[in-house]
């Protein structure tokens, strides 16, 4: 094992590589496996989930985006230039923090309205487990946010919250 490790290909690991390699138009292969797997995942998850699963998942999209844009405006950036640079130069003003927070506990407490607190509970904690990871991720590996990291953790929480919230489902205490 340790010699085949050490005659893998070099991979970067400097963040400003890495962003290089983000920059690329270019779709390698192991991008395309890993979208067919998430398309899979969604479909399959899709198709078993129940209506019920409807409200938490509106509810869902909305938290995605409102902590994608607090990440943007608070958080360090990776770039200098691009489009979540751009936001996070505007966006550091404090109402437009405001609002969005704003925008989060509202989305919150429709959520513990029209899904109860199980539901409310098991979201938050994969919200909370995602979001943490994300930030993690991107700076460690990038140096800070992009939007592309951003729109990344989108994918990844709303497939998570698909998820979770169609398993809770299948529960009967849900």
């Given at each position: 094992m340790?010699s085949?490790?050490r005659r893998?290909?070099?991979?970067?690991?400097?963040?400003?590589?890495?962003?290089?390699?983000?920059?690329d138009?270019?779709t390698g292969?192991?991008?395309l496996?890993?979208?067919g797997?998430?398309?899979l995942?969604s479909?399959?998850?899709?198709?078993?989930?129940?209506?019920?699963?409807?409200p938490?998942m509106?509810?869902?999209?909305?938290?995605?985006?409102?902590?994608?844009?607090?990440?943007?405006?608070?958080?360090?950036g990776?770039?200098?230039?691009?489009l979540?640079a751009a936001?996070?130069?505007?966006a550091?003003?404090?109402?437009v923090c405001?609002s969005?927070?704003?925008?989060?506990?509202g989305?919150?407490?429709?959520?513990?309205?029209?899904?109860g607190?199980?539901?409310?509970?098991?979201?938050t904690l994969t919200?909370?487990v995602v979001f943490?990871?994300?930030?993690?991720m991107?700076d460690?590996e990038?140096?800070?946010?992009?939007?592309?990291?951003a729109g990344?953790?989108?994918?990844?929480f709303e497939?998570?919250?698909l998820t979770v919230?169609t398993?809770?489902?299948?529960?009967p205490a849900?």
């Amino acid at each position: 094992m340790a010699s085949w490790i050490r005659r893998m290909p070099d991979v970067p690991t400097k963040p400003e590589k890495k962003l290089a390699i983000l920059k690329d138009p270019h779709t390698g292969a192991f991008a395309l496996i890993g979208l067919g797997v998430y398309l899979l995942w969604s479909v399959a998850v899709w198709s078993v989930a129940d209506r019920a699963v409807l409200p938490g998942m509106a509810c869902a999209f909305v938290l995605s985006r409102t902590l994608s844009g607090l990440s943007v405006t608070l958080c360090k950036g990776a770039k200098k230039d691009g489009l979540a640079a751009a936001f996070h130069k505007s966006a550091r003003e404090r109402p437009v923090c405001v609002s969005t927070v704003c925008y989060f506990v509202g989305c919150a407490g429709v959520l513990c309205l029209t899904s109860g607190v199980l539901i409310f509970a098991l979201l938050t904690l994969t919200l909370a487990v995602v979001f943490g990871w994300y930030l993690w991720m991107a700076d460690r590996e990038f140096g800070g946010i992009t939007g592309d990291l951003a729109g990344y953790f989108l994918q990844v929480f709303e497939l998570a919250a698909l998820t979770v919230l169609t398993a809770a489902y299948w529960f009967p205490a849900c």
